[in-house]
């Protein structure tokens, strides 16, 4: 049977950090917090992540082009805290995100659009705000302009070019390719 991914000529993909276990068990606890506090649709704990850059639909051909700029990003690893719970009422979603964002993250996110406009790759080009959904239909008058709470420390030593496909549950993701921070040995990508 043919693999319906490989048929289709465009990708939805995005670049981001994605949590270790133990990371991830601490992100799905505080969701599973905010959802209580303000009902709405709890992201489910395997696709929690910090996007960097979204690029959309992509043509699958271009997908070797990502992988190259990506590649050749050169930045350092860091640690950031996340602390501060909020919610967008333009599109109700509750978010956790850091108080104070590290300088790194933002160099990071720099270099790779760098490489991708290099590379002629359209992207979504927005002010960075760094945030982790949590709830999606959240009753946003439920959560005070903000909350701080205990911070998660995410060491954040590689990023991932995800791919992005429909499920009957959700999003449903698919890691195309992983790239190091800071000396950390780089895991093959897949195309």
């Known amino acids: 049977m043919p693999d319906r991914q490989a048929l289709t000529p465009k990708a939805r993909v995005f670049f981001a950090l994605w949590p270790d276990t133990g990371e991830r068990a601490a992100l799905a606890e505080v969701s599973r917090r905010v959802q209580h506090r303000c009902a709405g649709r709890l992201t489910r704990a ?3 992540h910090l ?12 997908l070797p082009d990502l992988i190259q700029a990506a590649g050749d990003v050169q930045a350092r690893g860091f640690v950031i805290d996340f602390d501060r719970i909020a919610c967008w009422r333009h599109n109700h979603v509750a978010y956790l995100g850091p108080r104070h964002a590290p300088a790194a993250l933002f160099d990071l996110v720099a270099r790779l659009e ?17 945030h982790i959904t949590l709830v999606r239909r959240a009753d946003c008058a439920a959560v005070p302009e903000e909350i701080l709470v205990q911070p998660i420390s995410w060491k954040a030593g590689e990023f991932v070019l995800v791919e992005s ?13 992983r790239f190091a ?6 895991r093959s990508p897949r195309v």
């Open 181 to 186: 921070l800071e000396g950390n040995e780089v």
């Open 114 to 130: 760098h490489g991708l406009n290099a590379a002629g790759v359209a992207f979504d080009k927005r002010s960075y705000s760094p």
């Open 46 to 48: 395997e696709t929690l």
């Open 165 to 177: 496909m429909l499920a009957p549950s959700g999003a449903a993701y698919s890691t195309l390719g």
């Open 51 to 62: 996007t960097l850059v979204f690029l959309g639909d992509i043509a699958r051909s271009r």
